[in-house]
């Protein structure tokens, strides 16, 4: 409803203007006078008082709320499961070296870092990866084995503190910071954009509304809200009446999946077939795949303004590109005419592009709804 609230003085006037009508004299209402202090006094004990109505009236509707408010009122919905936590950035490091004569081991938990030292990955334990030994002491968590005559091996790492701090540009992680004999270079060839904070109070709310308008019901937005209170990094697509392989099959539905890591993991996809099968209606069935991922090669040459970063301009376009890209989801196009649109909107020290290409051509990237479109190599010059 809409609140009829009052500042200090219109309180005080109102005030001055009640008690005079009650009065038989003309009523000493001057600065400095007994009832003048009396209703000053009384008029900030009102505005006082007001603010707390608005406060209880704010925290009291979870539209109106914001922060530890929000976490308060759906906190007595526990089924709910609260806010979702933010979620680390992730993605695939190239290690290589000059001389591959010997094997060579990557550690579970190596430690590299951005060319600036400002943020940390680690390695992952990723048993998916066919250069994978586990230790067969137990001591260690395994590692990555280099062959004798492999110069490089990609591998799964993930920052070590949640946030888009940890969203960086494709080569910019170049450290080994922990100790790694044999082994010479660590490089990105793409950037990492799946890093995010703390759901939002507005991603939040509509979070709580779809979960409530999917209470007792098996239908897409039942399917939706479970997917979505599995993290908040994830896009994904229904398919219907499709397996998961894509082939026609009355009553199933396929949940693709993607977590902006281009290499969503098993433990994920595992969770997300877990929260879906929760909710699907009984002899339906319900596959959960991790969504293919659709290499965006992008090529483009920039002119600037005289007496301006070229550079800077170079490294704008390569983030507003990679951060678009990473946040498109699972099924959905990239416009070949967006991308101009976004290296001019990067820097105002662009003035013209040319040899823009994307994959070769200059018509959009339309992905299938089985696959995500994840930045390839983006090469601005």
């Not at 009065?23 to 900030?44: C, K, N, T, W």
């Not at 001591?139 to 701090?165: E, K, P």
């Amino acid at each position: 409803m809409q609140l009829s609230l009052q500042n200090f003085s219109t309180m005080l006037n109102n005030m001055a203007a009640a008690a005079q009508a009650a009065a038989s004299q003309a009523l000493d209402l001057l600065v400095g006078s007994s009832l003048r202090a009396i209703f000053e006094a009384v008029a900030g004990l009102c505005l006082w008082l007001q603010w707390q109505n608005v406060q209880v009236l704010q925290m009291a509707r979870l539209t109106t709320a914001a922060g530890t408010d929000c976490d308060s009122f759906v906190a007595d919905f526990p089924l709910f499961g609260g806010r979702l936590v933010g979620v680390a950035s992730s993605g695939q490091v190239t290690f290589g070296r000059f001389t591959a004569t010997q094997p060579v081991q990557i550690p579970v938990g190596t430690l590299v870092k951005t060319n600036d030292g400002t943020q940390s990955f680690t390695v992952d334990l990723d048993t998916t990866n066919a250069a994978f030994q586990a230790d067969p002491s137990g001591a260690t968590q395994g590692w990555f084995t280099l062959a004798a005559g492999v110069a490089s091996l990609n591998v799964a790492v993930t920052n070590a503190a949640a946030g888009t701090t940890g969203n960086v540009l494709a080569g910019t992680i170049g450290l080994i910071a922990s100790s790694a004999p044999g082994l010479d270079t660590v490089t990105n060839a793409n950037a990492f954009t799946n890093g995010l904070n703390a759901e939002t109070d507005t991603a939040l709310k509509a979070r709580f509304g779809l979960w409530f308008s999917s209470l007792s019901k098996s239908t897409p937005a039942a399917i939706d809200a479970a997917v979505a209170d599995v993290a908040q990094n994830l896009t994904w697509q229904q398919i219907n009446n499709t397996d998961a392989g894509g082939n026609f099959a009355p009553g199933a539905v396929t949940v693709a999946v993607d977590d902006g890591s281009g290499a969503t993991p098993s433990s994920t996809i595992a969770l997300v077939a877990t929260a879906v099968q929760a909710v699907r209606a009984a002899t339906i069935n319900a596959y959960v795949i991790a969504a293919a991922p659709l290499a965006a090669n992008i090529s483009m040459t920039l002119t600037s303004a005289p007496n301006t970063n070229h550079a800077a301009a170079v490294a704008a376009v390569q983030a507003a590109l990679a951060g678009y890209i990473g946040g498109l989801g699972v099924g959905n196009k990239l416009p070949y005419t967006r991308l101009a649109q976004l290296a001019y909107d990067s820097s105002s020290a662009i003035t013209n592009i040319t040899g823009l290409t994307l994959n070769g051509g200059t018509t959009d990237l339309v992905p299938s709804d089985f696959q995500v479109v994840r930045a390839g190599a983006l090469t601005v010059a």
